[in-house]
């Protein structure tokens, strides 16, 4: 018989504490999570042995999971390709996930209110592992011809929403594919460095025909009491049309309506 192991004067050892104990996982839920991973980082569509290799598993492991996940409707699978995307119910959860964000849910009314009073076009966008996430795109009265959508993910260097995240998001905390999307040439570096400063300098950034023509931009961070950063609002208009002067009626606009999600999101976590 196999017996607990005693300790040198003979007493038994004492049972960890509950908060020293590790929680047994389920592993198949677990291997399962690694193909949903892989697919997120992907950021589209994959085939079966795509998906199976971004996820480190052989593609007969693999193929139960994705018969598995597309039957609960995390994945679906195009009939036609045969490659896998992000199911009905995945996206469900993560408008849930939106939805009870404090910040998101104070955020929308009044990027709704925001650009009816201004005619631009605003967007809401979070932190996400490949850069910002455009998690809301409230469309208004100024024609704009920009491939913008939610689901979008913004550059970090060449538009307004990049570098403000970049600039209010301490360097250390950024994920690795945004550090690979930093510039390489010394003096590109210190250009973007001095774009960094001038942001945090004025509270927010801005872009002037850049990366679209005749399209400008700007973009105010909210913070919450913790000074972290939770989201951020950019508005979007024509060149000829858009002031991004940084105290101009436009920045004026964003940053009370900044101001005020903060107020609401504050009050929420107090």
Known sequence: MNRIPKGDDGAQPAP?????????GVQSVDV???VLQALAQARRPLA???LAALAGLPPAQAHPYLVSLTRLGLLKRDPMSG???PGPMLLRLALLHLENDPAYRAAVPRVVALARETGFCVAICTPAPQGPLVVHFERAAFPLHVNLHVGSVMSLTTTSTGRAFCAFTPSADWPLPWQEQMPLAADEQTHFAELLDETRAHGMARSVNTPSPSVSSLCVPVFDASGRLRLTLTAIGPTAALDVDWQGAAASALRDTASAIATQVNEELA
């Open 16 to 24: 960890a504490s509950p908060a020293s104990r590790v929680s047994r």
């Open 32 to 34: 399962a999570a690694r």
């Open 48 to 50: 079966p042995g795509d």
């Open 83 to 85: 490659s896998y995307a």
